[in-house]
Each structure stands twice: as structure tokens, then as C-alpha cells.
């Protein structure tokens, strides 16, 4: 009869020993998971955490993925070696280098900068001094160091290739831009190309976003990466004051919209990585050009009708649009949009010459619609 | 207490039942596989000829979505990029819609992981899952079947999909957005399927837009292949786009003065889809009738 007690009690004892045995190891394991608990009593700033969780990786098609979550989108394409399309913000660059890192154990070689907005070169030093030089290292100040040799006499400092408008507007007198941000490898031409594994055809349409902006189509993955030319949570940033204009950017849509072949249903085929929102195929550039024509139009006709531009913010011209692209406040609201819309459809307008009246076929001339 | 035996019987039958969920995977509660054909007897007019341009009667839109339809012209249709647009999720359903459903079963446990169904027009298909996956993170591509996942809720199928592209609400330009999430009931009666669609849309409606859609069990028939592809039929310049400049759009009232609804009626909005607004209606001026138009 003591027998059954006896294993009872030897087995309960056991199953305490592994409670106690496995609450330590919690505790410990807890702690070790989050050191932020223990820097609590150190004075230690207590900053939200930040780790590569926080982008979203995404892989688009064939060699290139998309991270989201570090400003504007980063393109990662990874061939022969890697080249990344923006760098997105300082404060993620960490972050973002992971992220390539989980990707492949593949170098950076070159960084291409789309624009020189801060929220997509903000990485490019980071990057740069993760990844690899040309062996004719060029103007990089990273590549000059000569502690950063790695195995076989390659030097640390991927090329930062932009087109050359951004590199003089990131470099001028007045510019605060860190020399590690500025681009190292410029083209002036129309385009520039390179071979990563894949064709890759970096073209500058004229006064788009800025005056020195790219876009690049990784011709065998079938991606192009069109930095803010294309931004699906916003009205299409117009910066007057670095030479962007609406003109120029429905000119770089429809040069986009050329290069793109859907499959079926249209549906897929290319994709784009936006410079900000989500993976797009042709029918959605298609509408996003669409809404920037529509918008151009309806400007354009009411400052045929001699509006000023308190009227025609009051007519709200995108008001079917602004659910979408809309905003009040942050630094490009929709007024912004309509402002910079309005004031170079009025300057051509003047230097076009007296108002004309809209007909069916100087709508259509100007790719307009009815 | 309990004698000895009955405690046995208990305790096993306890057991039993709790293996039984665990030796049986979690059939559905309704079979959707075969062919089903449409009936389009519910908003027919609608449905087969198409909406007239300018009806917004009973719909619950905003003034986005109102003018937004009031610009669309559809020369829309002769622009490339829009030629072969599918009919999204939301709508195939209204459009010639025969579809057949096949599921989607794992080899190991004879489990349902899938619903696949492929609908006539341009023969989209759509997968279903049943298997709790997440739905895509937010940058993820949007499609015209968007991404759907199933649950059962009694005999009801119950479907959330999101991820669509965009599209409309009828086929004259009422716009539905990219951020509309849309809820289905697939809801099975002897050899009737009926559909429930509640589309929840921030961007264009200020309430949920609640539509049926019926077929017919419909065995031995099958679909035909039905391909779109992309051609220009009608030059235009480059970068033209099919659209109508606020006020330039003269079919707008046609709508009205045809069937002799007052023009306030049909420009929709939430209120009009409720009976209280029957009095307000009889209030109304009337528009003036075609033939008056004309003098």
C-alpha cells in the first residue's frame, strides 16, 4: 500500500524540481532577451527598439526585393555582387544593412540615389563602407582610408553612382549634406548602364521630381525602381526649387509606362518598386499617371477660365483623389500640390501666349481628355 | 460515489471524445465544388446591358467617389494599359460569372487547405485559403482577385480578402479603391449557391455596400476560353487619358430625365438606399421628360 505513495511523492517532487527548473530559465532567458531592462537603472536613454523586424522585406521577382519601413523604399538586387537603389534614412541604415545581410552574404557595390531626398541617401555611408570598391576606387573618401583594406587588397566603399545635377546640388557651398553621403560616381548623359548578373539601364528623365533624378530598370528580374516619381501615399512631390515640374513627371510615367509589359488580365509581367507605397504592376502606374494627367487638366482649364489660385484650390481639382493621395498637414500637402501645379501651368500658360479657348483638339494635343 | 465500471466508462468515454478533433481533420460544413451557372435575375439591367452612366441610385458613396464617376468617360477602354483589366473579386461576381469550384485538399490529412474557383469572364482565378495563413504585409502587390482567406461560421463560408486592385462599383465609373477590404458569404441550398458581398471601402463609401449574387448547381458544363489581348484599336497621343472635365459631361443627367427620377435621387448616397427616404422622394421635383428637353 506505501508503494503507490511512495512514487507519488517522488514524482510530484520530480515535477516541482522541473517547474522550478524551467521558471529560473524563463526569468534568465527573459533577461537575456531584453537587455532595455537591464540599462533601466544605468541612466541609459530609453529609445523605442528598432531592429530589421520593423522593415518590410518583400521579394518582387527574379533577383530584386523591395524593404519598406526605412523612408523612402530601398530596392535590393542581388546578381555577381548587390546593388541597392536608395539608402533610405540614417537613423535605419543599421537596420536596413541587416536586412541585406539576411538576403545574401554578397557585398554592396554600388549604391544608386534616385533623388537626394534625405529619406533616400540617408544610408549611403553606412552602406558604402559595408560594401566593396571598384578596383579604381574613385572620389570615395571611404575608399581613401587605407585601414579598410579587406582580403585580397579590395577596399572597403561601394560605388554611390547618381546623376551629376544631384552631386552638385549635395555638394555646394551652401549644402550640409556629409561628405560620406555624397555620390562618388556620377553620369551626366541620359543614361548610364551596368551588368550585375543582369542588365541594368539607369535612365534620367529631365525635371521630374528634382532635376537629378533616376530611375532603373533591372532588365532580367523585369523591375524598375523609380524613386519619387512614383509615390502611391502622396500627390506626386514636385520640388520647384531643384527643378522638378509636373510636365516632367507625367513625361517620366509615360516613359515608364513604355518600358512595362503585363501578362495576362493586365495583371503582373513588370513590377516597379515605387519611391514610396507598395509593389506596383503597369495597370497601377497606369492609374497613378492617369490621376496626374486628370489633375493637370482640370489646373490647366481653370486657369484658362482666368482663375486665381485661391480659386482654384477652392475647386478642388483632385477631390475625387484625395482619399487616396490627400493630406493637411506634413511637409507636401494637397494644396502644396495644386500651388506647384498652378504656378507652372500659369508660367507656361504666359509664355505661351493669350488664353485659348479649350477645344477637343488642343486638350488632345497636350495628352488630355475630352 | 461511482461504482468502479461506470467511472471507467466515463473516463473513456471522456477520452474519446477528447481525441476526436484530433483524429478527424476539420471538414467543411457545405461542398462548393462543380460548376455552377449564373442567374442574373437580380438587378438585371444592371447586370447583363450594364448601369446607365450617371446611376447612382441606392448606393452609399461620397462626393469623391461622385465625382470621380461624373469625370469617367469610357474611352477609358481604348487606352491600352485599361483594355484587358479583369473583373476584380468584388465585381466578377455580377458580371458573366459562371464559375466552377474545385477544393484544394492536403494529401496527409484529407483536409480542406483551399477553395480554387475560376470565373467565365477572362477566366480569373482566385484561391481561397482555409489554412489561417496571414494575410500579405501592406507593400505587398495588389491583384484583381486580391488575397482570400476562409473560415466556416455554421454552413456559411465566411471570406476576407484584401489586396485588391482597383475597381468599381458598377460599370459607369463608380470607383472602388485599392484600400476596400471586402467580406463574402458563400451560402449553399440544395443545388443553389448564394453569395453575400459587404464591401467596406474608406476611400469612396461612408457605409458598407451589402450585394447578393446567385447560381445554379450547373453539372457536365464547363467554361469556354475567353482571352484578352491588348491591342490599340483607336490611335490617341502618347499619354492621353479618357476622362471628362467637371461640368463637360452631358450624359450625366440622362439617367434622370429618362426614367423621370429627380436628379438629387440619383447622385445616391447613403440615405438613398433606406425606405425613410421614399418621403423625401415624393418632395422632389421631377425632371423634365425627354420630349420636353427637346422643345
Known amino acids: ?370 | 460515489m461511482f461504482p468502479a465500471n461506470r467511472t471507467v466508462s466515463f473516463a473513456a468515454v471522456l477520452f474519446a471524445l477528447s481525441l476526436g478533433p484530433l483524429s478527424r481533420p476539420a471538414f467543411s460544413q457545405a461542398e462548393f465544388s462543380g460548376q455552377w451557372g449564373q442567374e442574373i435575375h437580380e438587378d438585371e439591367p444592371e447586370r447583363r446591358p450594364g448601369p446607365e452612366i450617371g446611376d447612382y441610385t441606392g448606393l452609399p458613396i461620397n462626393d469623391a467617389a461622385r465625382m470621380k464617376a461624373d469625370s469617367w468617360d469610357p474611352q477609358k477602354w481604348e487606352m491600352i494599359e485599361h483594355e484587358c483589366e479583369a473583373m476584380p473579386a468584388d465585381y466578377a461576381a455580377r458580371a458573366p460569372g459562371d464559375i466552377r469550384v474545385t477544393p484544394e485538399v492536403d494529401r496527409f490529412t484529407q483536409g480542406i487547405i483551399a477553395w480554387h474557383s475560376t470565373v467565365r469572364i477572362w477566366l480569373q482565378e482566385r484561391m481561397i485559403y482555409m489554412d489561417g495563413r496571414p494575410h500579405p504585409t501592406r507593400h505587398a502587390a495588389h491583384t484583381w482577385q486580391g488575397f482570400s482567406t476562409g473560415e466556416w461560421e455554421a454552413d456559411m463560408l465566411k471570406v476576407k480578402t484584401t489586396h485588391l486592385k482597383e475597381g468599381w462599383l458598377k460599370r459607369n465609373g463608380l470607383p472602388r479603391s485599392v484600400n476596400a477590404t471586402l467580406t463574402e458569404y458563400f451560402i449553399r441550398h440544395g443545388n443553389y449557391l448564394t453569395l453575400v458581398t459587404n464591401i467596406e471601402d474608406p476611400a469612396y463609401l461612408t457605409e458598407p455596400l451589402i450585394r447578393s449574387s446567385n447560381w445554379i448547381l450547373a453539372p457536365g458544363d464547363r467554361l469556354l476560353p475567353n482571352y484578352c489581348l491588348p491591342s490599340v484599336h483607336v490611335s490617341h497621343p502618347k499619354g492621353w487619358v479618357a476622362h471628362y472635365l467637371p461640368g463637360e459631361n452631358k450624359w450625366l443627367n440622362e439617367f434622370a430625365y429618362k426614367w423621370g427620377i429627380p436628379e438629387e435621387a440619383v447622385r445616391g448616397g447613403a440615405e438613398t438606399m433606406y425606405p425613410e427616404y421614399q418621403e423625401k422622394l415624393a418632395k422632389m421635383p421631377l425632371p423634365p421628360t425627354p420630349s420636353a428637353e427637346k422643345k
Open chain 1, 1 to 370: 500500500m506505501n508503494r503507490p505513495r511512495r512514487i507519488c511523492k517522488s514524482l510530484s517532487r520530480f515535477l516541482l524540481a522541473l517547474v522550478i527548473l524551467f521558471v529560473s530559465a524563463g526569468v534568465q532567458s527573459s533577461a537575456q532577451s531584453n537587455p532595455g531592462t537591464l540599462q533601466q537603472g544605468q541612466g541609459a536613454p530609453q529609445q523605442p527598439p528598432r531592429s530589421e523586424e520593423g522593415l518590410e522585406v518583400l521579394h518582387v521577382q527574379g533577383n530584386v526585393y523591395m524593404i519598406a519601413g526605412a523612408g523612402g523604399n530601398i530596392t535590393v538586387q542581388i546578381g555577381d555582387n548587390v546593388i541597392v537603389v536608395d539608402s533610405g534614412v540614417t537613423d535605419m541604415s543599421k537596420e536596413v544593412l541587416a536586412a541585406i545581410q539576411k538576403l545574401t552574404t554578397k557585398h554592396v557595390l554600388f549604391i544608386i540615389n534616385t533623388s537626394d531626398d534625405w529619406d533616400h541617401v540617408g544610408g549611403n555611408e553606412t552602406l558604402s563602407k559595408a560594401g566593396w570598391a571598384l578596383p579604381d576606387s574613385g572620389l570615395n573618401p571611404i575608399r581613401v582610408d587605407t585601414s579598410s583594406l579587406l582580403p585580397g587588397n579590395l577596399r572597403a566603399g561601394a560605388s554611390i553612382i547618381a546623376h551629376n545635377n544631384l552631386l552638385d546640388r549635395m555638394s555646394a557651398k551652401d549644402s550640409t549634406v556629409p561628405a560620406g553621403l555624397l555620390p562618388t560616381d556620377t553620369y551626366s548623359n541620359d543614361d548610364w548602364k551596368l551588368y550585375n548578373g543582369e542588365a541594368v539601364f539607369i535612365t534620367h528623365p529631365n525635371n521630374a521630381h528634382t532635376n537629378g533624378d533616376s530611375y532603373v530598370l533591372f532588365r532580367k528580374s523585369d523591375v524598375i525602381s523609380t524613386g519619387d516619381i512614383v509615390t502611391l501615399e502622396s500627390y506626386p512631390v514636385i520640388n520647384e526649387k531643384t527643378g522638378g515640374s509636373i510636365t516632367g513627371v507625367l513625361n517620366a510615367l509615360n516613359q515608364i509606362l513604355d518600358l512595362m509589359v503585363p501578362k495576362e488580365n493586365e495583371e503582373g509581367g513588370t513590377y516597379v518598386v515605387p519611391g514610396h507605397g507598395r509593389v506596383c504592376d503597369r495597370n497601377d502606374i497606369a492609374n497613378y499617371r492617369d490621376m496626374v494627367t486628370i489633375v493637370r487638366d482640370r489646373i490647366q482649364s481653370l486657369i484658362r477660365k482666368g482663375m486665381t489660385l485661391q480659386q482654384v484650390q477652392a475647386a478642388k481639382p483632385t477631390l475625387d483623389y484625395d482619399p487616396l493621395y490627400g493630406t493637411t498637414t506634413g511637409s507636401w500637402t494637397t494644396n502644396m500640390f495644386v500651388e506647384a501645379v498652378y504656378r507652372e501651368l500659369s508660367k507656361n500658360e504666359a509664355s505661351s501666349g493669350p488664353a485659348r479657348k479649350i477645344t477637343k483638339n488642343n486638350r488632345k494635343k497636350n495628352g488630355g481628355g475630352r
